[in-house]
Antibody, heavy 120, light 112 residues
């Protein structure tokens, strides 16, 4: 079965960077896009972008352009999301989510989420 | 960017009764490939979101048939034929027509 296991909670200071990992299993990692979505405390879902694990191609939401980098390591079936120049309003749960089918389709499978807290 | 709106933003339902949530997009979600890229997700309390409906009306694997989706173009609806206690949570619509995705603000559903 499809499983996405994310790295543990992080506490960062403003201005720092954070890198969240998402290890995939139960399917061919390079066959499906991986989305990243975040949710600030008590707020709704916010799409950040996707990566095509096969080619490494990415598409970022305009809001995060210049601050987010999505990468992957196909040898260990793991996707990464790095967010730089952190601010307090980046405090959120960050989810990875696999596309339902081949291509940049909506996500059908989600990780458990990683809480990133930005505080001085 | 495509803006998604949902109504109502909160809904209190008696178990066994139907419920309906509306979602509107600022642009048509009908792609040139003939598909309409509108999705519905449910986020139960303390859990990750889960996919309910994809491409307007197709139920995802394991989703009960009391959930149904309909609509076209810019206007969409999620219906629950008979709400059960386990259906509480926040429902989000999401569009994905131009390889970028946006969520609606969410509709919180609770039980009376």
């Amino acid at each position: 079965q499809v499983q996405l296991v994310q790295s543990g909670a992080e506490v960062k200071k403003p201005g720092a960077s954070v890198k969240v990992s998402c290890k995939a299993s139960g399917y061919t990692f390079t066959g499906y896009y991986m989305h990243w979505v975040r949710q600030a405390p008590g707020q709704g879902l916010e799409w950040m972008g996707w990566i095509n694990p096969n080619s490494g191609g990415t598409n970022y939401a305009q809001k995060f352009q210049g601050r987010v980098t999505m990468t992957r390591d196909t040898s260990i079936s793991t996707a990464y999301m790095e967010l730089s120049r952190l601010r307090s309003d980046d405090t959120a749960v960050y989810y990875c989510a696999r596309s339902r089918v081949v291509g940049a389709t909506g996500s059908g499978y989600w990780g458990q989420g990683t809480l990133v807290t930005v505080s001085s | 960017d495509i803006v998604m709106t949902q109504t109502p933003l909160s809904l209190s339902v008696t178990p066994g009764q139907p419920a309906s949530i509306s979602c509107k997009s600022s642009q048509s979600l009908l792609h040139s490939d003939g598909k309409t890229y509108l999705y519905w997700y449910l986020q139960k309390p303390g859990q990750s979101p889960q996919l309910l409906i994809y491409e307007v009306s197709s139920r995802f694997s394991g989703v009960p048939d009391r959930f149904s989706g309909s609509g076209s173009g810019t206007d969409f609806t999620l219906k629950i034929s008979r709400v059960e206690a386990e259906d509480v949570g926040v429902y989000y619509c999401m569009q994905g027509i131009h390889l970028s995705f946006t969520f609606g603000p969410g509709t919180k559903v609770d039980i009376k």
